[in-house]
């Protein structure tokens, strides 16, 4: 029973020291993501097995996410999975189109004051169906409408600055575009996302997930 007891202890300490789980610097959030990343597209996922023991440390100690996350619905980006990360690793929100809300914006303040978020990465994908949506322009039903209201403003230019190009490339420039609009969307809308960010508390990322390949592409 103590050997059992000593393993555990062993175990808890291992995944405590582990790069992804409450401890990621924010100058390595990056190529912490692009790791995962680079893990979950080539089938090398390490996250799924080490998790009873997380949830039992987190359950625990509580939580202390590093990075949170502002993107899609979409049954296709799955946060965790993509990045390879595991339980009290990412704060994420999600809505079908990824567009910052009073909601949104709260949850991302409560993250950063109180649990010690430092990097806000907010991930498009291609693909989108609320871009698409709101791209064509089409009547949609109920209350569909708020989002496409909502993702309309990141978009506004596409037809006139891409006119020529099909519509699979336009989504595609919709989709970075709304992306840049959603970073800056976030920080404009809170006078404490604002203040973190010039204390250098935070720091904001975006990024597009391509759904066909796996692959993740940060924003520069
Ligand atoms: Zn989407």
New binding site residues.
Partial sequence: MKLITFTIQIFLLLISLSSSWASILPAKARATLEAGNRRFAEGKAIAHGWQKGIVTKTGALGQTPSVAVL????SR?PVELIFDMGVGDLFVCRN???FDTPEVNATFEYGVAALGVHTILVL??T?????TATLEGTPVPGNISILTKALQPGIAKIHEEHKDLSQESKLNHA?EALTRYQMVEVIKNSALLQKAQADNKLQIMGAIYDVDTGLVRFLD
């Fill in positions: 993107t899609c619905s979409d980006t079908a189109g990824g498009g994908h693909k989108c169906g609320a871009v989709v």
